[in-house]
């Protein structure tokens, strides 16, 4: 019984996998997409960007 478990885990496993990773590498090619991607990645070059605190809490 455990071979029969074990073989059919590591078969479909596999598949199951693969099919993610398919399925990431779709989404992450589609051209749809592009520009999301590229803004992510400029994002800590933005300069206009600031500290993330609040000026009504700074000590003076």
């Known amino acids: 019984m455990y071979e ?5 885990a590591q078969t479909w ?5 693969v ?3 398919g399925g990431a ?3 992450a090619l ?5 520009a999301v ?3 992510a990645a400029s994002a800590p070059l933005n300069e206009a ?3 993330l605190t609040d000026p009504s809490k700074e000590d003076v």
């Open 37 to 39: 991607f590229d803004a």
């Open 25 to 27: 590498l779709i989404y």
């Open 49 to 51: 960007d600031g500290p």
């Open 4 to 8: 029969i478990l074990s073989s059919f």
């Open 19 to 21: 099919a993610m990773f």
């Open 13 to 17: 496993g596999m598949l199951m996998f």
């Open 30 to 34: 589609w051209p749809r997409n592009q």
